[in-house]
């Protein structure tokens, strides 16, 4: 056997130990899918329905889903598909405010908590204990009532209810990472408080919390969409995805899609988000 024989068997071999398997997962591709197409609807509505969503069609009035109207019309004479497509900005705009609102400040305080130890601790943890114990629809209810209608101060509401969670969620993996080997051996060698937490403890902490944000993501949409359905939410005639189903409810009997579709929509995107959630969430070490 000659030497170059040798070396392209030993080259086949190397790749064949190195090269990674590469799975195909239909639920999590699928789940990227209807994340991107509704950021898509979102960010491009007129690239995808011709459609207003605001003005009306006079004589369209409750229109079963055809070839022209792919969602029907509502009881305006309106394109239910375009409502949905536009309405995507209002919806996914509010949950990624919700969740800023609860990742940045329910993480600071379960930073702080878990880093400072102490009566710190306790002062902070006993304030966390007291939003968990309020139910969250009771306690957005309250602040969109101070804060006023509409979907920013709903997005607002909802985030307040998050506070507690991530809180809680970033005290546990502060508190994980701070008594391991390698965060001891920085302070033993001399490093500051905030060093530490910036290099050792914050990077090693918040993979749990960021996972825990994508689920927050979905649950963020539902509850936006459970307040604009009560009333507390964007008025009417903002193509809110909560506002739809709730303007379809008096006639289901008449026109099931004018609530069944939306609701479909809202679903997916939940399904979506906590897929992608739990997908990650498994693979962290």
Do not use: K
Not at 26 to 43: S, Y
Not at 67 to 82: I, M, N, P, S, V
Not at 83 to 96: D, E, F, I, K, N
Not at 202 to 217: E, H, I
Request: glycine share 10%; proline share 5%.
């Amino acid at each position: 056997m000659t030497t170059f024989d040798t070396t392209g068997r030993l080259a086949r071999r190397a790749l064949r130990i190195r090269l990674p398997r590469v799975s195909f997962n239909p639920p999590l591709a699928l789940a990227w899918l209807t994340l991107a197409l509704v950021a898509l609807w979102a960010l491009f509505p007129g690239l995808f329905t011709h459609w207003s969503p605001i003005d009306g069609t006079p004589g369209a009035q409750r229109l079963a889903p055809n070839a022209e109207h792919w969602f029907g019309t509502d009881q305006l004479g309106r394109d239910l598909f375009a409502r949905v497509v536009w309405g995507a900005s209002h919806s996914l705009s509010g949950a990624l405010v919700a969740v800023a609102v609860g990742l940045v400040a329910g993480t600071l305080l379960g930073v702080v908590a878990g880093a400072a130890g102490g009566r710190t601790e306790q002062a902070l943890m006993r304030v966390v204990d007291v939003l968990l114990a309020i139910p969250g629809l009771l306690l957005a209810l309250c602040v969109i009532i101070l804060l006023g209608f509409g979907t920013v101060n709903a997005a607002l509401a909802v985030g307040v209810t998050s506070v507690a969670s991530f809180a809680r969620l970033a005290r546990a993996e502060v508190v994980r990472v701070r008594h391991s080997d390698y965060v001891e051996a920085a302070w033993a060698s001399g490093g500051t408080f905030f060093s530490v937490l910036w290099r050792h403890i914050l990077p090693n902490s918040l993979t749990s919390v960021l996972a825990f944000a994508a689920l927050q993501f979905g649950s963020a949409i539902l509850a936006i969409s459970t307040l604009s359905f009560l009333g507390y939410g964007a008025p009417p005639p903002t193509p809110e995805w909560g506002l739809l189903i709730a303007e379809g409810r008096n006639y289901l009997s008449t026109a099931w899609w004018l609530t069944t579709l939306p609701g479909l929509i809202v679903i997916a995107v939940v399904l979506a988000a906590n897929t992608l959630s739990h997908h990650y969430a498994r693979r962290q070490p």
